[in-house]
T-cell receptor, first 112, second 114 residues
Framework: AQTVTQSQPEMSVQEAETVTLSCTYD???????LFWYKQPPSRQMILVIR??????QNATENRFSVNFQKAAKSFSLKISDSQLGDTAMYFC?????????FGTGTSLTVIP | DSGVTQTPKHLITATGQRVTLRCSPR?????VYWYQQSLDQGLQFLIQ???????AKGNILERFSAQQFPDLHSELNLSSLELGDSALYFC?????????????FGQGTRLTVV
C-alpha cells in the first residue's frame, strides 16, 4: 500500500520570503512519480511540479523546487520569493502508475 | 482549462434524495478517478475506472456507485443522501499505464445536502 503524509496542516510566510512544505511517503514500488498540487480558493487543482523517482536531480519550475530524498522517502516543496497568489492548499501526491495517492494537504498563507 | 469537464458545478438537494454527477475526461485519457473533498479536508479517493471497467476502489460508501460509459465519460451516483455527504466531488483523468502522467482535475461539483 502507498501512503503520503503531510505533517504541517497550516503554514504562513511573508511575501518575498522562502517557505518549505514537507511531505513523506511510503511505497514498496521502485518506479513512481511524485507531485505537488496547488488548490487556491477557487478549488481548482493545479499541478505545481512533478518528480520522477528514478531521477536524482531535483525538479524545479520557476520559483518552485523540490528536495527529493529517495532513501528517506521525503519530498519537500520550496517556494522562493513567495507571492500573494501562492496562498492556497498544497497537496503532495504519489503515483505508481495505477492510481494517485494524496496527502491531507498544507494550507499556506502568504502575508503581505 | 484542464480539459476535464464536470457537471453540474453546484448542486443543492435534500436528504434522502439521489443525484448524479457527470465527468468527461480529457481527450485520450482512459482512466477516470473520483475524489471527495469535505470542508477543509484532503482528497478522499472513491473509485477509479479504466476504459469502462472498475480498476480500484477506495472508501466509497455502498450508497454511492459509479460507472464509465463507452464514450469514456463517467457518472457518480449518490443515493439516500445525508448531510455528511455535502462536499466537493472531483473527477480527474489520466492516461494510466504511463507513469509520468499527471492527474488532470475537473473544477469539481459542489454538493450541498440540506
Amino acid at each position: 500500500a502507498q501512503t503520503v503524509t503531510q505533517s504541517q496542516p497550516e503554514m504562513s510566510v511573508q511575501e518575498a520570503e522562502t517557505v518549505t512544505l514537507s511531505c513523506t511517503y511510503d511505497t514498496s514500488e521502485n518506479n513512481y512519480y511524485l507531485f505537488w498540487y496547488k488548490q487556491p480558493p477557487s478549488r481548482q487543482m493545479i499541478l505545481v511540479i512533478r518528480q520522477e523517482a528514478y531521477k536524482q536531480q531535483n525538479a524545479t519550475e520557476n520559483r518552485f523546487s523540490v528536495n527529493f530524498q529517495k532513501a528517506a522517502k521525503s519530498f519537500s516543496l520550496k517556494i522562493s520569493d513567495s507571492q500573494l497568489g501562492d496562498t492556497a492548499m498544497y497537496f503532495c501526491a504519489l503515483t505508481t502508475g495505477n492510481q494517485f495517492y494524496f496527502g491531507t494537504g498544507t494550507s499556506l498563507t502568504v502575508i503581505p | 482549462d484542464s480539459g476535464v469537464t464536470q457537471t453540474p458545478k453546484h448542486l443543492i438537494t435534500a436528504t434522502g434524495q439521489r443525484v448524479t454527477l457527470r465527468c468527461s475526461p480529457r481527450s485520450g485519457d482512459l482512466s477516470v478517478y473520483w475524489y471527495q473533498q469535505s470542508l477543509d479536508q484532503g482528497l478522499q479517493f472513491l473509485i477509479q475506472y479504466y476504459n469502462g471497467e472498475e480498476r480500484a476502489k477506495g472508501n466509497i460508501l455502498e450508497r454511492f456507485s459509479a460507472q464509465q460509459f463507452p464514450d469514456l465519460h463517467s457518472e457518480l451516483n449518490l443515493s439516500s443522501l445525508e448531510l455528511g455527504d455535502s462536499a466537493l466531488y472531483f473527477c480527474a483523468s489520466s492516461v494510466v499505464s504511463q507513469l509520468n502522467t499527471e492527474a488532470f482535475f475537473g473544477q469539481g461539483t459542489r454538493l450541498t445536502v440540506v
